[in-house]
């Protein structure tokens, strides 16, 4: 089946939020840095006693997989009632939001791409996860907690071709973009923001 072709599934740990993704992610990518990883811990431990809850983290990493504006379509009623977010210290931005149904890290919409926690992605029986053709890398190595344990594929920042191809995504002004009533929808009130304590400097 040709990649574009191929029927995704997002859906929190309970269920009750889901997204219709169309296609492959246009990039795959475990982050390493100290920010990813921190809120991903802290939805974790928030939400440790929640059954249903989906992590944000694989082998301690954060995993993340890119989707286009049009590979992507809202299953299910969301509002941003339905919706937590966090931010990394007191200065840091609330853009990593979470569902408050169980917790499930969600990840960021943006205006030119959709960030999605990949734990979330499942095929299109939403059942089966999904797992990339190729291994994803371990981007930001230099900003881990510990980068001599950070396996290989791993790159201190991220890979040359990588970076080219998120960067002619997000800066091309006559490419897809993300409706700005669906934004509304899939993002927190920023006011609301939970500080992820800074642990690391």
Partial sequence: MPEEDRSLVWKCGCGKTKLKLKGEPFLVANCCCHS??????????????????????????????FFKPNQVELDTELSPELFGCVKVGPKGKPQRQYVKCCG????????????LNRNAVFEQDGETKFVPAA???????KYAFNPEDIPEPSSNMMPFGD???????????????VDKAVLQKVTADPTSAEEVPVTWE
């Fill in 36 to 65: 990813c990883v921190a809120a991903a811990r802290f939805l974790d431990e928030k939400h440790s006693s929640v059954k249903d809850h989906t992590s944000g983290l694989i082998d301690g990493l954060a995993p993340f997989s």
């Fill in 104 to 115: 499930t890290q969600f990840g960021s919409a943006m205006s030119a791409c959709w960030g």
């Fill in 135 to 141: 291994t994803p890398v371990n981007i930001m190595k």
């Fill in 163 to 177: 970076m080219f191809k998120v960067m002619s995504i997000m800066m091309n002004p006559f490419g897809p973009s």
